[in-house]
């Protein structure tokens, strides 16, 4: 799994501690959350929907 790192440089409240995130900085948890959803880290790419298998031509 690759890491996810930030694109902006941001403060994020955890544990009743403020941290700042700097520009690529690595994201994991809470953090990565609050990135994605406010726009300082790249989203998460949507799961491509696995192609089902076709069932063997019948013979005639």
């Not at 520009?23 to 300082?40: I, P, R, S, V």
């Amino acid at each position: 799994m690759s890491t996810t790192k930030a694109t902006k440089a941001f403060t994020f409240r955890e544990g009743g501690k403020v941290k700042l995130y700097k520009k690529g900085d690595e994201l994991t948890g809470a953090a990565l959350a609050h990135a994605q959803a406010n726009d300082f880290a790249p989203k998460p790419e949507p799961e491509k929907p696995r192609a089902e298998a076709k069932p063997a031509a019948e013979p005639k």
